[in-house]
């Protein structure tokens, strides 16, 4: 006997509006930061191999450790504006944010 399965966009959508004011304010807060680890992370990595440099290598340029970039660059760590600016100078490149 095969059991029923309900579709994913259901279940979030029924979690979501069980939840609280705060919580939802809460995880839609986590999912922003999230997003942005993510994207950030992507255009690390790909500035990175598009420079042809290691890990390593951009670490020492950019006076931090490979650990840092690697942290970075899978999302695990959200890097400040002066690491990203160091970044972007350890690629020959500036730090330009736009709305």
């Not at 979501?16 to 004011?21: D, I, Q, Y």
Request: aromatic share 4%; charged share 20%; proline share 3%.
């Amino acid at each position: 006997m095969t059991q029923p399965t309900t579709p994913w966009d259901q279940v979030r959508d029924d979690s979501l509006s069980a939840m609280s004011r705060a919580d939802r304010a809460a995880y839609d807060a986590a999912s922003v930061e999230a997003e942005a680890r993510l994207e950030l992370a992507e255009l690390v990595y790909n500035a990175r191999t598009a420079a042809g440099l290691s890990q390593t290598e951009l670490a020492r340029r950019a006076g931090t450790r490979q650990a840092v970039i690697s942290a970075i660059e899978n999302g695990a760590q959200a890097p400040g504006g002066v690491m990203l600016a160091r970044i972007a100078h350890a690629l020959g490149g500036t730090l330009r944010i736009a709305a």
